[in-house]
């Protein structure tokens, strides 16, 4: 996955946010939502959001001391 693959997702949740909030359903991978959706739309933003994020993050993690 790519910074802009993670960015298009993120703007396809937003969208449907946006459409929900007007009114309208809206359909992200085969997947028909509605009003009583926004929680888990929202949820699937914020999921990419993370995703896009991590990007930025330094690699490497946590390094461990080696006590010989």
Known sequence: MTQTQCQQMI???FQAEL???AGK???INGKTMTTEDLG???KGRL???RRLSAFSRPQGGVKLA???
């Open 11 to 13: 703007d396809a949740y």
């Open 19 to 21: 459409d929900v909030l």
């Open 25 to 27: 359903q809206t359909t």
């Open 40 to 42: 888990e739309i929202r």
């Open 47 to 49: 999921e990419w959001e």
């Open 66 to 68: 080696s006590f010989n």
